[in-house]
């Protein structure tokens, strides 16, 4: 079984954890393949240099796992990497939150058990494809979890003209606008309110940063809809973020947003739901006086 391993490269404190990864794989006999810029990581910050069958360094490669081990920035990076070869990733969680980065310290070994015995489940989650008529996002232009529109380098706020299909919508008054997947849902576009929606649901979210009305919410719209946007902005540009990977944009550029025409496979566990990840995550239930 060939697992290719994606890491960050902030996680010195969590080397315990990392070490503990490869020696499970070294265990089941996995055939392990380590992306370069980690590996460099791991010789160099952690002085440990395990023996692997492989480095990861361009776009493609042949993979039955990957494991992404990190935080949920890790694990954006790490589907960007696997882009649309479909190959399944699992997330480690050495970071903080993690919904996508899911599997704690605790799980690891026997997930990994699991996973060499095939007992887990994939799921197929959505991505956006941001196009512009001069592909002036210049780097991989899908998210998995939101495209943000946002201002840039003033106090003023922007004017996002969206349409949504043939139909016109409204001219957004905002800091930005957030178009975010199921997945995305519970990253930047619940920090604006946006909705929570569960992976499976065939929705987009439209979340407004800092609306200059109030009467403005966050709308859930059909992921077949085509999104299209217009930027009106002061200081004549304004600010595009896929995931986080953002490029500056001068004001009166077309985006429009649609599905992407593949999704990102994520490995989880057969005894854990999005519910119990909520549950978890959020400490929903959770009651402070209860604590010693």
């Given at each position: 079984?060939?697992?290719?391993?994606?890491?960050?490269?902030?996680q010195v404190e969590k080397q315990n954890l990392i070490k503990r990864l490869f020696e499970k794989l070294f265990s089941i006999e996995a055939e392990i393949y380590v992306?370069?810029?980690?590996?460099?990581?791991?010789?160099?910050?952690?002085?440990?240099?395990?023996?692997?069958?492989?480095?990861?360094?361009g776009d493609t490669f042949d993979l039955d796992i990957a494991l992404s081990v990190g935080g949920d920035g890790t694990f954006l990076r790490t589907a960007a990497r696997?882009?649309?070869?479909?190959?399944?990733?699992?997330?480690?969680n050495t970071g903080r939150l993690g919904f996508l980065a899911d599997v704690g310290s605790n799980e690891l070994e026997e997930t990994l058990d699991e996973i060499f015995?095939?007992?887990?489940?994939?799921?197929?989650?959505?991505?956006?494809?941001?196009?512009?008529?001069?592909?002036?996002?210049?780097?991989?232009?899908?998210?998995?979890?939101?495209?943000?529109?946002?201002?840039?380098?003033?106090?003023?706020?922007?004017?996002?003209?969206?349409?949504?299909?043939?139909?016109?919508?409204?001219?957004?008054?905002?800091?930005?606008?957030?178009?975010?997947?199921?997945?995305?849902?519970?990253?930047?576009?619940?920090?604006?309110?946006?909705?929570?929606?569960?992976?499976?649901?065939?929705?987009?979210?439209?979340?407004?940063?800092?609306?200059?009305?109030?009467?403005?919410?966050?709308?859930?719209?059909?992921?077949?809809?085509?999104?299209?946007?217009?930027?009106?902005?002061?200081?004549?540009?304004?600010?595009?973020?896929?995931?986080?990977?953002?490029?500056?944009?001068?004001?009166?550029?077309?985006?429009?947003?649609?599905?992407?025409?593949?999704?990102?496979?994520?490995?989880?566990?057969?005894?854990?739901?999005?519910?119990?990840?909520?549950?978890?995550?959020?400490?929903?239930?959770?009651?402070?006086?209860?604590?010693?």
């Amino acid at each position: 079984m060939k697992f290719g391993i994606f890491g960050s490269n902030y996680q010195v404190e969590k080397q315990n954890l990392i070490k503990r990864l490869f020696e499970k794989l070294f265990s089941i006999e996995a055939e392990i393949y380590v992306d370069k810029e980690f590996y460099t990581f791991l010789t160099d910050k952690l002085k440990y240099k395990p023996s692997v069958k492989g480095l990861l360094s361009g776009d493609t490669f042949d993979l039955d796992i990957a494991l992404s081990v990190g935080g949920d920035g890790t694990f954006l990076r790490t589907a960007a990497r696997v882009n649309k070869q479909n190959i399944p990733i699992l997330g480690i969680n050495t970071g903080r939150l993690g919904f996508l980065a899911d599997v704690g310290s605790n799980e690891l070994e026997e997930t990994l058990d699991e996973i060499f015995k095939n007992y887990y489940k994939v799921e197929e989650r959505s991505l956006l494809r941001l196009h512009t008529q001069d592909r002036l996002f210049h780097g991989y232009n899908y998210a998995l979890n939101e495209i943000a529109i946002l201002k840039r380098d003033t106090s003023s706020m922007i004017t996002i003209h969206t349409s949504l299909g043939d139909d016109f919508l409204t001219s957004y008054l905002a800091d930005g606008l957030l178009v975010a997947t199921p997945t995305g849902s519970t990253a930047y576009s619940l920090s604006v309110n946006g909705p929570i929606i569960i992976p499976q649901s065939n929705s987009f979210v439209l979340s407004p940063v800092a609306p200059h009305s109030l009467n403005v919410r966050p709308l859930v719209i059909p992921d077949t809809t085509v999104i299209t946007l217009e930027v009106e902005s002061r200081n004549e540009y304004f600010l595009v973020a896929l995931d986080g990977r953002s490029e500056i944009f001068p004001a009166g550029t077309l985006l429009h947003i649609s599905k992407a025409d593949y999704t990102t496979k994520v490995i989880k566990r057969y005894n854990t739901t999005f519910y119990d990840t909520l549950r978890q995550k959020l400490m929903w239930g959770a009651d402070a006086r209860s604590r010693p």
